[in-house]
T-cell receptor, first 114, second 115 residues
């Protein structure tokens, strides 16, 4: 049973570029949440997708957008990259629209913006 | 104000000893949940234990237990009989009723188990 998978594992971009990160949830899960984890800090909630719609959003600018596909996989897009966007981006999946209990995380995508 | 505070940036513990990781929280909600996650160097967050605000008994999961003191707004993680594989970052997190779909995280504690 595959867990949460994220791709790519590492990514290097330059300021102003755009990036797309991908996430496949754990089998049987229909809800995907995205978190940004800067070095030495705890994760910050970006948004959650459920039934192909953004259900809740954290304090992130509109440069951060997402999408959920009918197979429940999800993408995180970041436009006009800034140096401060360098972080580990974690995807978490759950079942039934929940955001807390039994969150399963992927290993993340490490994004470096130069 | 910080909603989740973990005051121990790092800890060294001898193998087989018990260890307590501190977490205090701040919320005005009556209904909330508290979580502990482990993050090894691989980056993946691993769920350890959950405590609901209305749970009367402290949560336990194997070697992990949560010392929940509601009046003090404290939710400390206790690991009994520590093992070398317990070396990792540990994060305390909270879900509030009004923000049901997101977790709010502390800054974490780096735990190193010495052989």
């Amino acid at each position: 049973d595959a867990g949460v998978t994220q791709s790519p594992t590492h990514l290097i971009k330059t300021r102003g570029q755009q990036v797309t990160l991908r996430c496949s949830p754990k089998s049987g899960h229909d809800t995907v949440s995205w978190y940004q984890q800067a070095l030495g800090q705890g994760p910050q909630f970006i948004f959650q997708y459920y039934e192909e719609e953004e259900r809740q959003r954290g304090n992130f600018p509109d440069r951060f957008s997402g999408h959920q596909f009918p197979n429940y996989s999800s993408e995180l897009n970041v436009n006009a990259l800034l140096l401060g966007d360098s972080a580990l981006y974690l995807c978490a999946s759950s079942r039934g629209g929940q955001g807390g209990e039994k969150l399963f995380f992927g290993s993340g995508t490490q994004l470096s913006v130069l | 104000a910080q909603k989740i505070t973990q005051t121990q940036p790092g800890m060294f513990v001898q193998e087989k000893e018990a260890v307590t990781l501190d977490c205090t929280y701040d919320t005005s909600d009556q209904s909330y949940g508290l979580f502990w996650y482990k993050q090894p160097s691989s980056g993946e967050m691993i769920f350890l234990i959950y405590q609901g605000s209305y749970d009367e008994q402290n949560a336990t999961e194997g070697r992990y237990s949560l010392n929940f003191q509601k009046a003090r707004k404290s939710a400390n993680l206790v690991i009994s009989a520590s093992q070398l594989g317990d070396s990792a970052m540990y994060f305390c997190a909270m879900r509030e009723r009004d923000s049901n779909y997101q977790l709010i995280w502390g800054a974490g504690t780096k735990l190193i188990i010495k052989p």
